[in-house]
């Protein structure tokens, strides 16, 4: 009988309240009940932050859990540090370090999501970035889906992505995904599950908090980063798993329309892991079913992500010595 493979993640809903635990706040482990900062915070007031969402997958049968590319994810952040003139004392493999820590004190054994986040600690009311005092946490919490895994319905929102220029694309800035959450609500509100944005030049960007995918008579295509996009770590995971499946890609601008007549359409993000979408603007994608080259990219990335491939255990830390 052949392996059943799971393609999404069990586990509590991402709206559930975060109560307890232990996380890494002003240089040590202590429980997230001590790790609290003032109103009158710079980051809590103006957005000055920026932060990485990692996913960390149980596997029963190992009984591992397995941090998903977190050397990547703390690179991506330090990088968003640099735009915003945050000093971080510490590296990547320190900051996955203590993440191992953090995880293996908290005994999880499911499904879960981490949350770094550095951040201008200053009580002050000046705009600026300069000058202040910054601070790096890092907190954990278990969780399932962020969005159900198939069959999604999306809609080109009215609100635009943010620009570059306006606001850093490849930074996960705080402050930023005021963007993010305005489209998000308007395409919930309007019986949607996801909303899809577009750039200052009236072409696809990416979806409210993923990167996005269609695919065209057997040709997987997705955006480019010049187009205001985030430099997704699960986007160029998917073209490593295109790569090993033999699907042909292309990253190139996609215009509106092509959405209308693409074969199938996918969301790629550590929180959206790879989510379908079957319609768009009230219009099917394909035969309104998830496509075949999703499907195969769903089951190997299932795979890989729970140490179940070995081609990919590259992208894992075990956090229970092995």
């Given at each position: ?78 990088k968003s540090c640099k735009i915003l003139k945050i ?47 910054d601070e790096v946490a890092i907190f954990a919490v ?174 894992l830390t075990p956090v229970y010595g092995e």
């Amino acid at each position: 009988m052949a392996q059943v493979v799971a393609t999404s993640a069990q586990g509590p809903s991402p709206k559930q309240e975060i109560e307890n635990g232990y996380c890494f706040f002003k240089g040590q482990i202590v429980p997230l009940a001590d790790a609290n900062v003032n109103i009158s915070t710079h980051a809590l007031n103006y957005g000055t932050g920026c932060f990485e969402g990692i996913r960390a997958y149980w596997n029963e049968e190992q009984e591992q859990l397995y941090i998903m590319k977190g050397l990547e994810h703390y690179q991506r952040l330090l990088k968003s540090c640099k735009i915003l003139k945050i000093q971080c004392p510490y590296t990547a493999q320190q900051l996955l370090d203590y993440t191992v820590e953090i995880l293996a004190k908290n005994q999880y054994r499911q499904n879960v999501y981490i949350r770094p986040l550095a951040f201008k600690a200053s009580q002050v009311i000046k705009v600026t970035l300069s000058g202040l005092r910054d601070e790096v946490a890092i907190f954990a919490v278990p969780m399932g889906d962020y969005v159900k895994t198939e069959g999604l319905s999306a809609v080109v929102s009215n609100w635009q992505r943010v620009s570059d220029n306006i606001i850093p694309s490849r930074a996960k800035v705080t402050g930023g995904y005021i963007n993010a959450a305005l489209a998000n609500d308007a395409a919930t509100t309007d019986g949607y599950d996801e909303a899809i944005m577009l750039s200052t030049d009236g072409q696809v960007s990416e979806a409210s908090s993923a990167n996005f995918f269609i695919v065209r008579e057997g040709t997987l295509v997705t955006t480019p980063i010049t187009s205001d996009i985030l430099e997704g770590i699960t986007r160029r995971a998917v073209l490593q798993l295109a790569d090993a499946l033999g699907i042909p890609y292309e990253v190139r601008a996609i215009d509106r329309t092509e959405l209308y007549v693409a074969d199938e359409m996918f969301l790629a993000g550590t929180g959206a892991q790879i989510a379908s979408i079957t319609s768009v603007d009230r219009r099917p994608v394909g035969d309104g079913t998830t496509g075949p080259i999703t499907e195969q990219l769903q089951a190997l990335y299932g795979r890989a992500v729970r140490g179940q491939d070995e081609r990919y255990r590259d992208w894992l830390t075990p956090v229970y010595g092995e």
